[in-house]
Structures are given as structure tokens and as C-alpha cells.
């Protein structure tokens, strides 16, 4: 009897680990088609190996100087860190990125005591991605638009030094989300 017990448990171990593998196996083989998937939820086609970003240009209303370079920079350090593709700067890239900083724009959020409270900064991006690779697809246009809020207290130059990595990184992540991601 104790026999036939250890026989049936090696039995449905030996069961239940092929499932495990098979589950395993169906889920690669999903997974190996023809795009390339990241732990950070890009997806890019697997022909895709190089990336250019060009400098993002500030063509809003106000003009805070530092905001392009910076936002250009933080993009393509996020895009090469977190996805295969090779920076380059020339016009041979498997994708092209180019766009301007669209909006630049200071209001009132907040009222208190009929007293301005609070200000917001809003802050547009719009962006154009050339898949070189793929000639005949469309270029694809983005826009990014994120809200700040900030003590009415301050003057838009204090605001901006306060607020300038929240907006680069909030800019940077929701650009790099729209750009390589289909969630």
C-alpha cells in the first residue's frame, strides 16, 4: 500500500511539473513574435535598432531656456537606458524623433479668501516618431501635457526652479510611455 501512495505522488509531481513547463513554453512562444518586449513595457519591432532624438525646441509663448535641453537630454538618457536602442545623431536612424515644446502657460488653480492661492503650469510637448525603417507607415504624432501646481506665493522663476526635475522626468515618462507602449 505505501508503495502504491509514493508511486502515485511521484506520478502527479512528475504531472504537474510537465504542465509547468508546457505553461512555460506556451507563454515564450507568445511572447517570441515579432517584436521585443522589456520589463519596462516598451515594445519595439525587433528591426528597430537605432534611435535619433532631436533637440526639442521651445516655440511657446515663454520661453524658460533651460526646459529643452534638459527634456531632451532626459529622454534620450530614458529611451537608451530603457530599451536596446543605440543612440545616433545622424539621419540614417532606424527612428526619427523630433518636436517642440508647444505650451508654456501660467494660470490661477486656486482662489482663497478672493486671494490667489494657487497657480498652475501647464506644459505641452508635441513630437513627431519617423520609422525609417518602414517607409511606407505614417509618422506618428504624440503630444505630452502635464499640469503643475504651485504656491501663488512664488514668482514663475521660483516655481521654476522648484518644480524643474518633477516637470523633465513627468515629460520624459509620459513621452517615452506614449512612444513605446501599447497599454
Same mark, same amino acid.
Given at each position: =500500500?505505501? !508503495?502504491?501512495?509514493?508511486?502515485?505522488?511521484?506520478?502527479?509531481?512528475?504531472?504537474?511539473?510537465?504542465?509547468? @513547463?508546457?505553461?512555460?513554453?506556451?507563454? =515564450?512562444?507568445?511572447?517570441?513574435?515579432?517584436?521585443?518586449?522589456?520589463?519596462?513595457? #516598451?515594445?519595439?519591432?525587433?528591426?528597430?535598432?537605432?534611435?535619433?532624438?532631436? @533637440?526639442?525646441?521651445?516655440?511657446?509663448?515663454?520661453?524658460?531656456?533651460?526646459?529643452?535641453?534638459?527634456?531632451?537630454?532626459?529622454?534620450?538618457?530614458?529611451? !537608451?537606458?530603457? $530599451?536596446?536602442? $543605440?543612440?545616433?545623431?545622424?539621419?540614417?536612424?532606424?527612428?526619427?524623433?523630433?518636436?517642440?515644446?508647444?505650451?508654456?502657460?501660467v494660470t490661477t488653480s486656486g482662489i482663497s479668501s478672493q486671494q490667489v492661492s494657487t497657480n498652475r503650469l501647464t506644459v505641452a510637448v508635441s513630437?513627431?516618431?519617423?520609422?525609417?525603417?518602414?517607409?511606407?507607415?505614417?509618422?506618428?504624432?504624440?503630444?505630452?501635457?502635464?499640469? @503643475?501646481?504651485?504656491? #501663488?506665493?512664488?514668482?514663475?522663476?521660483?516655481?521654476?526652479?522648484?518644480?524643474?526635475?518633477?516637470?523633465?522626468?513627468?515629460? #520624459?515618462?509620459?513621452?517615452?510611455?506614449?512612444? @513605446?507602449?501599447?497599454?
Open positions: =500500500m505505501l !508503495v502504491r501512495q509514493r508511486i502515485h505522488c511521484t506520478s502527479l509531481n512528475s504531472l504537474r511539473i510537465t504542465r509547468i @513547463f508546457l505553461l512555460v513554453l506556451f507563454v =515564450m512562444s507568445l511572447l517570441s513574435g515579432c517584436k521585443v518586449y522589456t520589463f519596462t513595457g #516598451a515594445n519595439i519591432p525587433a528591426e528597430i535598432k537605432t534611435v535619433r532624438v532631436q @533637440f526639442i525646441e521651445n516655440k511657446a509663448r515663454y520661453n524658460n531656456p533651460q526646459l529643452s535641453p534638459q527634456l531632451t537630454d532626459k529622454l534620450r538618457q530614458k529611451i !537608451v537606458s530603457q $530599451t536596446k536602442l $543605440t543612440q545616433v545623431n545622424n539621419e540614417n536612424a532606424d527612428y526619427d524623433i523630433s518636436g517642440y515644446i508647444s505650451q508654456y502657460d513630437l513627431t516618431l519617423v520609422n525609417r525603417k518602414s517607409p511606407g507607415i505614417e509618422p506618428r504624432n504624440i503630444s505630452a501635457s502635464r499640469s @503643475f501646481d504651485f504656491s #501663488a506665493s512664488l514668482t514663475l522663476p521660483q516655481a521654476e526652479q522648484q518644480l524643474n526635475d518633477e516637470i523633465i522626468r513627468n515629460l #520624459a515618462d509620459e513621452i517615452f510611455n506614449q512612444l @513605446f507602449s501599447d497599454w
